[in-house]
């Protein structure tokens, strides 16, 4: 799959999200070519704050896999910027590179991968390569719809600042 087509599906996830009232943050882990993991965000359906769109989906996907090794390389695809809990986890499973959609200002990770130094080089503590802005203009288009449909909330707030970010 193409990174417009890893994010596509992604978007995808969030639709599904967005439907049920979540936030429009969707996410896929790829191992080669095929989907391993799948998730939308959860935050306002379970109550809870650690149910991230990409954590969900690369949990499906550790459940798949456990320690065994295999030969196709993990990628994730989500509709917005992993945070740093997020990078956290692909560099616990072995993603290697991660496509994105739209930027998140306050608490995206692209900035902590990119200057991430490991110190003993095992496969477990590289970063994964970031790549942002993909199929952005539908990712953000996600988020002001959920602006638009949502009650006031803080989440409500904080999708605001996505939906807004400039051209």
Do not use: N
């Not at 935050?43 to 149910?51: D, F, N, P, Q």
């Amino acid at each position: 799959m193409t990174p417009e087509e890893i994010v596509g599906a992604a978007i995808e996830a969030a639709a599904a999200g967005l439907k049920v009232g979540e936030l429009p943050i969707g996410a896929v882990v790829l191992a080669g070519d095929d989907v391993v993991g799948w998730a939308y965000t959860h935050e306002r359906g379970h109550g809870r704050r650690l149910v991230h769109a990409g954590l969900l989906a690369m949990m499906e996907a550790d459940e798949r896999f456990g320690w065994a090794e295999h030969d196709r390389p993990l990628r994730l695809g989500l509709t917005l910027e992993p945070c740093v809990m997020c990078l956290g986890a692909a560099m616990a499973l072995g993603v290697r590179e991660v496509y994105y959609g739209v930027e998140s200002p306050d608490d995206g990770a692209a900035r902590v991968a990119a200057s991430w130094q490991p110190g003993i080089g095992t496969r477990w503590h590289q970063a994964p390569a970031i790549f942002g802005g993909i199929r952005r203009a539908e990712s953000r288009e996600q988020f002001r719809r959920y602006v638009a449909a949502a009650a006031e909330s803080p989440l409500r707030d904080w999708a605001r600042t996505i939906a807004e970010l400039p051209d």
